[in-house]
Each structure stands twice: as structure tokens, then as C-alpha cells.
């Protein structure tokens, strides 16, 4: 799809790309110029920009910088196929995912690759192509992404009402992040479990939501870098409260408070106090709402 806005983005995109004379910097503007246009393409389900971004490509001198790009295009063709549901825009991004480096790079793009092709086997009603996605889910290197992939496709098969799928799913997501012994960095794991906390509430899991969440304030203890052991427990904090909140369980609300402790940066603190506060206040939780200040 072609309109005058998009040809006009493209267009003065590529003459400010090609009035920078050194070579170095013009590669690195087109590689963050394939990022805005992927990005434009999502925003707008116009799959002119993605098409534009992939014959951009090949202006990016570094390899590693080339292959991230077609990471961005292949994701964005993932969302666009999903936000309207076009089974040859899924096809597209598993065909661009070639493009990309083996490892990380090949991961990354097949997790978003995986939720288009099951989101849009399920809105058209077509098991092979959702069966698809499963198969594919199984050939993701690295085990963070493998992990992710099961749980998007959790999620679909809850937002088709089958929940014993959802929740099989589910535990096949989490079980990779029990087992993975090359997650080499907490932060990834306590977010998975944070996620996959998250996906068993919704399920209506709660012990596999709580085991979840206390194995994500395990993963997260020894974590040295205040930015992300802030990021990480205002996240836990926020969904241990809304556990709580599900579940009419004190003892969570209590945990939040809790975690909400663990938050060194101010920015993190003053959001996550926020929340918190909103939610004990209207539960009447007094004296948890004091222990924020």
C-alpha cells in the first residue's frame, strides 16, 4: 500500500541518507532510519515503509548493523500482519528472518514471527497455520525468546477461550526458564518469570502464578545495577499488588509493599509508589500505604 504521506517520509528520508558524504555515517543513518520506518509502518499498517526499509538494507556497511535492521523489519511485518490479520504479511516475516544473523538476532526476530503466524492462524480460523507457529516456536536458539514465543501463544489460546491450551502452553514457557542454564544474565530471567506471573493470573493459575513470582524476587536479588534492580521490582511490585488484588490475598499486597522497598531510583520509586498507593487506598489498606512513605 502507497500514499502520497508515506512516499513523501521515504523520499526525504533517502536525501537526507544520501547527503551525508562519509560512508560510516551514512550507514548508521540508514540503519536507524529502517528502525523509524518498520516503526511507521506498525503505527500505520502500511506496508510501503517496510518495503522501503528492506531495500534501504543494503546501503548498511556492517553486517552485525544489517542484520539488526532486518530484525526491525521482520517484527514490524510481524505487528502490521497481526494488526490486519494478512497471512501472507506472516508468511513475509518468517521469509525476511533469513536475513538475520543466527543466535540473538535470528531469536529476536522469530519470537514476533511465532505471535503473528498463531494470532492470525486463530483470528482466520486455520490450525495448520497455528500449529505452525508451534513448530516453529520449538527451532528458537535462545531459550529467553523460546520462552516468550510459548507464552504469546498462550495468550491467543486464552483469547480463544481455551484455556487448558493456554495453560499447557504456558508451562511449556515455563519450563524453559527453569531448565535454561544459558540465561547468563538475571534480569532476563527474573522478567520472564515476572511475565509468565502475569500469564497465570490470567489464567486463573494462581499457585503457578505465585511460584512464578517468587522465583522472579529470587532471580532478582543479586542484582548490582540500581537501574535495572529498580526497573525490575517496581515491575514485580505492580504485579504482586494486582495479584493481590485478584486473589484477596493480604500476604501479597504486603510482598509489594516489600518489594517496592528494593527500588533505589527515584523516577522508579515515585511511579511504582504511585501505583501502590492508588490501589491499597481504595482497599483501605492504611497501614501498608504508611510503610510507602
Known amino acids: 500500500m502507497v500514499n502520497d504521506t508515506s512516499s513523501e517520509f521515504i523520499r526525504e528520508f533517502k536525501?537526507?541518507?544520501?547527503s551525508i558524504t562519509n560512508d560510516i555515517d551514512r550507514s548508521k543513518k540508514y540503519r536507524a532510519g529502517i528502525a523509524a520506518l518498520a516503526q511507521k509502518a506498525v503505527e500505520t499498517n502500511n506496508t510501503a515503509f517496510l518495503d522501503a526499509a528492506v531495500g534501504f538494507t543494503g546501503k548498511?556497511?556492517?553486517e552485525h548493523d544489517r542484520s539488526k535492521?532486518?530484525?526491525d523489519i521482520v517484527r514490524g511485518t510481524a505487528r502490521v500482519a497481526i494488526n490486519t490479520a494478512d497471512t501472507q504479511l506472516a508468511g513475509r516475516s518468517l521469509e525476511l528472518s533469513a536475513n538475520t544473523e543466527a543466535g540473538h538476532d535470528r531469536s529476536h526476530a522469530l519470537q514476533g514471527v511465532v505471535a503473528a503466524i498463531a494470532d492470525v492462524g486463530m483470528k482466520k480460523n486455520e490450525p495448520a497455520t497455528f500449529e505452525n507457529s508451534k513448530e516453529l516456536a520449538g527451532t528458537i536458539e535462545y531459550d529467553t525468546y523460546r520462552s516468550s514465543a510459548w507464552r504469546s501463544i498462550a495468550r491467543i489460546q486464552h483469547s480463544n477461550d481455551d484455556t487448558p491450551s493456554a495453560v499447557g502452553s504456558a508451562n511449556k514457557a515455563m519450563t524453559i526458564i527453569d531448565k535454561s542454564k544459558l540465561i547468563?544474565?538475571?534480569?532476563?530471567?527474573?522478567?520472564?518469570y515476572?511475565?509468565?506471573?502475569?500469564?497465570?493470573?490470567?489464567l486463573g493459575q494462581e499457585s503457578m502464578a505465585r511460584e512464578c513470582i517468587t522465583k522472579a524476587v529470587d532471580s532478582s536479588a543479586g542484582l548490582e545495577d540500581e537501574f535495572e534492580s529498580s526497573s525490575i521490582f517496581q515491575t514485580i511490585a505492580e504485579?504482586?499488588?494486582?495479584?493481590?488484588?485478584r486473589t484477596k490475598d493480604?500476604?501479597?499486597?504486603?510482598?509489594?509493599?516489600e518489594s517496592f522497598g528494593h527500588i533505589t531510583r527515584e523516577y522508579y520509586r515515585t511511579s511504582t509508589k504511585q501505583t501502590l498507593t492508588?490501589?491499597?487506598?481504595?482497599?483501605?489498606k492504611d497501614e501498608l500505604v504508611k510503610r510507602l512513605a
Open 194 to 202: 515476572v511475565d509468565l506471573a502475569r500469564l497465570f493470573i490470567d
Open 69 to 71: 535492521a532486518f530484525v
Open 60 to 62: 548498511i556497511i556492517d
Open 250 to 257: 493480604n500476604g501479597l499486597l504486603e510482598d509489594a509493599v
Open 184 to 192: 547468563s544474565q538475571d534480569i532476563y530471567r527474573a522478567s520472564a
Open 239 to 245: 504485579t504482586q499488588v494486582r495479584m493481590g488484588v
Open 15 to 18: 536525501k537526507n541518507a544520501e
Open 278 to 284: 492508588s490501589v491499597l487506598v481504595n482497599l483501605k
